[in-house]
């Protein structure tokens, strides 16, 4: 029994020893392949470039350095993990011999309480005895390659989520026959803030499209701030534009509006309300962004405008590419709004995923617009168009646009 129990003991100190290495090899191994994986996705997404500038050698030693780097971190975790199966089974084996010699030499030295039968059985249990524990160990190694890689997910899942402690909200309204506000269902093309009050009542403030900075700092990083006592305000209906050195800070200003990032300091009112006591998914319906860098969806054209808004309608849609100035192309493709996009719009060109960008915003019919370098990949001509229909989006509306050319 003290041999089965030192056997055992041993077993478990070799499998405690090779685990905690074998967790670190397996973790080196894992970051080598998701490093890999992503080497092999950026010269994917960059093979144009590539061969432009004949980049080629260069890629393919980028790629044997992060292989052999995949490989030399595997082989070390594979060799750990086929280690300890066979120095487990062996040392079952040893325990079978060391039994089967110290009961043969108590037998052979006269023990009456001990014979041959019992030593065979004790054999036997022993066998039971080691195997179970022999067989965790043995899997130890895929334990130890599922924790490696579940520790990157759930360091991924224990990520702080975004804060919101917004509590005013957007809703529809309808004014009444005195002139208050009363909120309902149905869109009336009138919105409010409903502003809840510590003696649970509720006051409705219109959407004005009125927002003041004052004195704001900010820094995406506490210890450095980039933004330094920012004041400016925008009166509803008001066209204010940003115009300045790239890095200068312009659309980080924008970021601010849709809270993207908290500020450091000072204040950020909309319609007299604190930003940071209006919920962020109410805040962000209330304001239209295009950006210089577009983005669009798997499905079809008029799917892509409606994204903004999914109560609109056809003509609704048809109207806001109409105002953006998209309507022209849209009609020449092979299927007209139910012309497929796929892949981020790669059988558009820049300018055309641009323009639906842009109707995009326009059925949203926000009373703020953020316009950041929405014109840049549009050429001349059909950049007077768009400025026309521009014109007529922002009407009644506050604008923000970032630009390199006034």
Same mark, same amino acid.
């Given at each position: 029994?003290?041999?089965? =129990?030192?056997?055992?003991?041993?077993?478990?100190?070799?499998?405690?020893?090779?685990?905690? *290495?074998?967790?670190?090899?397996?973790?080196?191994?894992?970051?080598?392949?998701?490093?890999?994986?992503? @080497?092999?996705?950026?010269?994917?997404?960059?093979?144009?470039?590539?061969?432009?500038?004949?980049?080629? *050698? #260069?890629?393919?030693?980028?790629?044997?350095?992060?292989?052999?780097?995949?490989?030399?971190?595997?082989?070390?975790?594979?060799?750990?993990?086929?280690?300890?199966?066979?120095?487990?089974?062996?040392?079952?084996?040893?325990?079978?011999?060391?039994?089967?010699?110290?009961?043969?030499?108590?037998?052979?030295?006269?023990?009456?309480?001990?014979? &041959?039968?019992?030593?065979?059985?004790?054999?036997? $249990?022993?066998?039971?005895?080691?195997?179970?524990?022999?067989?965790?160990?043995?899997?130890?190694? $895929?334990?130890?390659?599922?924790?490696?890689?579940?520790?990157?997910?759930?360091?991924?899942?224990?990520?702080?989520?975004?804060?919101?402690?917004?509590?005013?909200?957007?809703?529809?309204?309808?004014?009444?026959?005195?002139?208050?506000? *009363?909120?309902? *269902?149905?869109?009336?093309?009138?919105?409010?803030?409903?502003?809840?009050?510590?003696?649970?009542?509720?006051? @409705?403030?219109?959407?004005?499209?009125?927002?003041?900075?004052?004195? =704001?700092?900010?820094?995406?990083?506490?210890?450095?701030?980039?933004?330094?006592?920012?004041?400016?305000?925008?009166?509803?209906?008001?066209?204010?534009?940003? =115009?300045?050195?790239?890095?200068?800070?312009?659309?980080?200003?924008?970021?601010?509006?849709?809270?993207?990032?908290?500020?450091?300091?000072?204040?950020?009112?909309?319609?007299?309300?604190?930003?940071?006591?209006?919920?962020?998914?109410? +805040?962000?319906?209330?304001?239209?962004?295009?950006?210089?860098?577009?983005? +669009?969806?798997?499905?079809?054209?008029?799917?892509?405008?409606? @994204?903004?808004?999914?109560?609109?309608?056809?003509?609704?849609?048809?109207?806001?590419?109409k105002l953006a100035g998209a309507h022209d192309f849209i009609t020449r493709l092979p299927e007209g709004y139910e012309t497929v996009i796929t892949g981020n719009g790669e059988n558009l060109?820049?300018?055309?995923?641009? +323009?639906?960008?842009?109707?995009?915003?326009? &059925?949203?019919?926000?009373? =703020?617009?953020?316009?950041?370098? &929405?014109?840049?990949?549009?050429?001349?001509?059909?950049?007077?168009?768009?400025?026309?229909?521009?014109?007529? $989006?922002? #009407?009644?509306?506050?604008?923000?646009?970032?630009?390199?050319?006034?």
């Amino acid at each position: 029994a003290l041999i089965g =129990v030192a056997v055992t003991g041993v077993d478990a100190i070799i499998t405690l020893i090779v685990s905690k *290495k074998s967790v670190t090899c397996f973790s080196s191994q894992q970051a080598s392949m998701a490093s890999l994986n992503g @080497y092999i996705e950026e010269m994917l997404n960059g093979q144009k470039v590539i061969k432009i500038f004949c980049h080629e *050698k #260069q890629a393919k030693v980028g790629f044997s350095s992060k292989n052999t780097a995949l490989y030399e971190s595997s082989k070390k975790a594979n060799t750990l993990a086929n280690f300890i199966m066979p120095v487990l089974g062996q040392i079952g084996n040893l325990l079978t011999v060391l039994i089967a010699f110290i009961g043969g030499i108590l037998i052979l030295n006269g023990n009456t309480t001990l014979t &041959a039968g019992i030593v065979v059985a004790f054999l036997s $249990l022993s066998k039971s005895f080691s195997n179970p524990i022999q067989q965790v160990g043995q899997q130890i190694s $895929l334990i130890t390659m599922a924790m490696a890689g579940a520790k990157r997910i759930f360091t991924l899942l224990d990520e702080k989520p975004e804060s919101d402690d917004g509590y005013v909200t957007l809703v529809n309204a309808e004014r009444q026959p005195d002139g208050k506000l *009363k909120e309902c *269902k149905e869109r009336t093309g009138i919105f409010a803030w409903k502003h809840p009050q510590d003696d649970g009542s509720l006051v @409705y403030t219109e959407l004005k499209g009125d927002i003041r900075m004052n004195n =704001v700092d900010f820094g995406y990083v506490p210890e450095k701030i980039v933004l330094h006592d920012i004041t400016l305000y925008a009166e509803p209906g008001q066209k204010l534009a940003f =115009v300045g050195a790239t890095g200068a800070g312009k659309t980080t200003i924008t970021n601010l509006l849709n809270r993207f990032y908290d500020i450091a300091k000072g204040t950020i009112c909309y319609d007299g309300i604190d930003i940071n006591k209006i919920r962020k998914d109410d +805040l962000r319906r209330s304001i239209g962004l295009v950006l210089q860098d577009t983005n +669009l969806f798997t499905g079809t054209v008029m799917e892509n405008i409606r @994204y903004s808004n999914p109560d609109a309608t056809d003509e609704e849609c048809i109207g806001a590419a109409k105002l953006a100035g998209a309507h022209d192309f849209i009609t020449r493709l092979p299927e007209g709004y139910e012309t497929v996009i796929t892949g981020n719009g790669e059988n558009l060109s820049q300018g055309q995923r641009q +323009l639906i960008s842009i109707a995009r915003a326009a &059925a949203a019919d926000p009373p =703020v617009m953020i316009l950041d370098e &929405a014109t840049s990949s549009i050429d001349t001509r059909t950049e007077a168009i768009v400025q026309r229909g521009m014109d007529a $989006l922002m #009407q009644g509306r506050t604008v923000f646009v970032i630009a390199h050319r006034l």
